[in-house]
C-alpha cells in the first residue's frame, strides 16, 4: 500500500541454542484499522508452536468478522478470550499437547490512537526522542510481582534468575484476562512488539541505543535487536514488530497536525489494499510468519481450513461475556491464590513454568529436583541431547505455588505436598531453609513418585 501513515519492520529467529522456533507473528490490514500480534509459544515443538500460531490465526479470525469498531478495547478483550478457548479445548481434545500455552501481545492501529493488549511476558514499548524509550506493559511473571511489591528494582529484576517464570499465559486455563491500553499516537512515535528472547537479554538503553539510530529504518531496527540477543547468547527465539511513526520520505506525504498528534485516518475503504511485507534478511527466519492479506478468498480459505481440520467445532467456545461499558482495563492478575481447608494458598491446577538454568547446574540435577523424567524435559523443551547452558530457559510442570504464611517451616511445607525441602529450597534459589518471609510465594515441584 502506498502512502501509509507509518513503516514498519520485522524479523524472528530460533536463536542459538533452541532447536525450533516456536514464537509467531502477524500484521493485517482490517476493516477497523491495522493490527499486530506476537506470541511466544511454550509447551515443547510441535505444542508450542501451534500454540503461539493458533493464537495469531484466532485473534486475525475474530476481529477481521467484526463490523462495528466502537469499542476497540472491548474488541481486543473477546479476541484474546476467543484464542485462549481455541487453545484450550484443541489441548482437552489432544491430550498430549496438554500444558501447551503461548504469551501474547496485539497492538491495533486506528486514526490517532494505539489499542495494546498482553497476556504473559511479551512485551510492548514505545520510544519518542523527546521522551526516550517506555515499557508500555508489565509482565506476568513472577518477578514482576516481586517488582509491584517494592520488593526488587526494575534493574534487579532483570538480572533475577527467575525472571522468566511466567504467571499468566494463553490456553493453560479455561479462561485468562488481559491488560489493555490504550494510546494517542504523536509524532515520531516508534512502537515495539516483541518477545522475552530479546527484552530478558537487551537491557533499557541497549535497547534505546538502537531505536535512537536514526540512519536505520524500521526493518533494520527490527534485524539489529534480534541479532544483538544473538550476540548475548541467543538462549530463546527471539521476535520483534516495528511500528514506526517517524517522518520520513516513506510518509512525508501525510498530513500532520500542528500538535504532537498525529492524525491519522483508516476510515476510508480506497485505503485498504495488500501491504508489501518488509522481509527480512536472515534465512533462518520462517516465511510462515509473514501471514498478510492478498487475495480474501484464499486468506480465509487457509483460515478455515486451520480451524477445520485442528480443531471440532463445538470445541470452539464463543467468547465469555464482557461488559460493554467497562473502561478500566488495569485488571488483576488472573491466576488467582484460593485458601483451602488446610489453609494452604495455592494455584489450584499444576501449571509449567520457564525456569532459567544457573551456573553448574545440569539437566540431571533439575530433573531430580521437579521430579520430572529428562526425556519429559528433553522432549518439551526440543532438546537434541543433555546439555545444557547457564543462561538458556526450560520449560518445567509445578505442583502448585505456595504462599508462605506466618509460622510455616519449609520441611513442614515440603511433608504437605510429598516433596524434599531440599529441592523446593533450590528451585526456588533460597538461601536459607530457616528463613522464609510470610507472603513469599514457592514454586512447588511435582510429587515423588
Not at 544457573?358 to 521437579?370: I, P
Request: with cysteine; net charge negative.
Amino acid at each position: 500500500m502506498r502512502n501509509l501513515p507509518f513503516d514498519f519492520g520485522n524479523h524472528t529467529d530460533r536463536g542459538l541454542v533452541r532447536e525450533f522456533n516456536e514464537d509467531a507473528m502477524g500484521f493485517y490490514s482490517l476493516s477497523g484499522g491495522y493490527l499486530w500480534v506476537v506470541a511466544d509459544g511454550m509447551g515443547g515443538h510441535a505444542a508450542g508452536d501451534e500454540a503461539s500460531k493458533l493464537a495469531v490465526d484466532a485473534i486475525y479470525f475474530f476481529l477481521h468478522q467484526q463490523t462495528v469498531w466502537e469499542d476497540i478495547p472491548n474488541l481486543l478483550i473477546q479476541a484474546i478470550d476467543y484464542a485462549n478457548q481455541n487453545i484450550y479445548q484443541y489441548a482437552l481434545q489432544y491430550p498430549q499437547k496438554r500444558g501447551m500455552g503461548t504469551t501474547v501481545v496485539v497492538a491495533l492501529v486506528r486514526d490517532n490512537t494505539i489499542t495494546i493488549g498482553h497476556v504473559g511476558d511479551s512485551r510492548a514499548y514505545r520510544y519518542n526522542p523527546e521522551t526516550g524509550l517506555q515499557a508500555l506493559t508489565k509482565d506476568h511473571s513472577f518477578v514482576q510481582e516481586l517488582v509491584n511489591q517494592g520488593l526488587i528494582t526494575e534493574q534487579e529484576a532483570h538480572y533475577h534468575p527467575r525472571k522468566n517464570e511466567i504467571t499468566r499465559a494463553l490456553g493453560t486455563k479455561e479462561n485468562v484476562i488481559p491488560d489493555i491500553q490504550q494510546h494517542t499516537i504523536r509524532k515520531n512515535d516508534i512502537f515495539l512488539l516483541m518477545t522475552d528472547g530479546i527484552c530478558s537479554l537487551l537491557t533499557h538503553n541497549e535497547i534505546q541505543q538502537i531505536l535512537s539510530d536514526t540512519t536505520l529504518n524500521s526493518q533494520q531496527i527490527a534485524e539489529k535487536l534480534v541479532n544483538k540477543a544473538n550476540e548475548l547468547g541467543g538462549y530463546d527465539n527471539s521476535t520483534v514488530q516495528v511500528i514506526s511513526f517517524k517522518q520520513t520520505q516513506n510518509n512525508q506525504n501525510q498530513s500532520l497536525a500542528d500538535t504532537n498528534v498525529l492524525e491519522l485516518s483508516f476510515k476510508n475503504d480506497a485505503q485498504k489494499k495488500e501491504i508489501k511485507v518488509p522481509r527480512s534478511s536472515t534465512s533462518d527466519s520462517s516465511l510462515r510468519y509473514y501471514l498478510f492479506i492478498g487475495g480474501a478468498i484464499l486468506t480465509i480459505a487457509l483460515i478455515l481450513f486451520y480451524f477445520l481440520s485442528n480443531l471440532n467445532t463445538q470445541n470452539i467456545v464463543p467468547p465469555t461475556n464482557l461488559e460493554k461499558n467497562e473502561k478500566n482495563y488495569a485488571y488483576e492478575d488472573s491466576l488467582k491464590v484460593q485458601e483451602d481447608s488446610t489453609s494452604q494458598k495455592t494455584i489450584q491446577e499444576p501449571m509449567f513454568i520457564r525456569y532459567k538454568v544457573r551456573r553448574g547446574q545440569s539437566l540431571d540435577q533439575l530433573s531430580k529436583w521437579f521430579n520430572y523424567p529428562m526425556d519429559s524435559i528433553k522432549m518439551r523443551n526440543g532438546l537434541k541431547n543433555s546439555k545444557i547452558k547457564e543462561g538458556e530457559e526450560l520449560e518445567f510442570p509445578l505442583q502448585a505455588i505456595y504462599e508462605v504464611e506466618k509460622g510455616d517451616k519449609l520441611e513442614l511445607i515440603a511433608k504437605k505436598f510429598n516433596v524434599k525441602a531440599s529441592d523446593i529450597q533450590r528451585i526456588n534459589a533460597l538461601k536459607s531453609a530457616e528463613k522464609i518471609s510470610p507472603g513469599v510465594k514457592l514454586y512447588i515441584p511435582l510429587p515423588e513418585k
